[in-house]
């Protein structure tokens, strides 16, 4: 059975650090451009961060420019979002999602639409 399975959410204080994983079983992540998402409490799900599938190619959202760092590791079938300098306004629930496979090596979209195949989401809480 094909999933996504993220971990490494937590609480944080402002300011402080967290490595979000995102395992693929039952499919081989190198054939997908991968990205993450999050959703706060009442608002839409908006794209993160995303990553082509050989990795060289990496696109941010403008409010983690500089703080989120996305990364991939084909052998271990795990693909990585390093938040750093973490906010306030960076709670939520953080989903990764691979979309349909095959396209090609050096892009990746920040859209939803692409995306066919979600896990679960692991929750980051950022508070004082």
């Known amino acids: 059975q094909l999933q996504l399975v993220e971990s490494g959410g937590g609480l944080v204080q402002p300011g402080g650090s967290l490595r979000l994983s995102c395992v693929g079983s039952?499919?081989?992540?190198?054939?997908?451009?991968i990205a993450w998402f999050r959703q706060a409490p009442g608002k839409e799900r908006e794209g993160v961060s995303c990553?082509?599938?050989?990795?060289?190619?990496?696109s941010d959202a403008d409010s983690v420019k500089g703080r989120f760092t996305i990364s991939r590791d084909n052998a271990k079938n795990t693909v990585y979002l390093q938040l750093n300098s973490l906010k306030l306004e960076d709670t939520g629930v953080y989903y990764c999602?691979?979309?349909?496979?095959?396209?090609?090596?050096?892009?990746?979209?920040?859209?939803?639409?692409?995306?066919?195949?979600w896990g679960q989401g692991t929750q980051v809480t950022v508070s004082s």
């Open positions: 999602a691979a979309d349909s496979g095959g396209g090609p090596y050096y892009f990746c979209s920040g859209d939803v639409v692409p995306y066919k195949y």
């Open positions: 990553i082509s599938r050989r990795g060289r190619i990496t």
């Open positions: 039952g499919i081989t992540l190198d054939y997908y451009a």
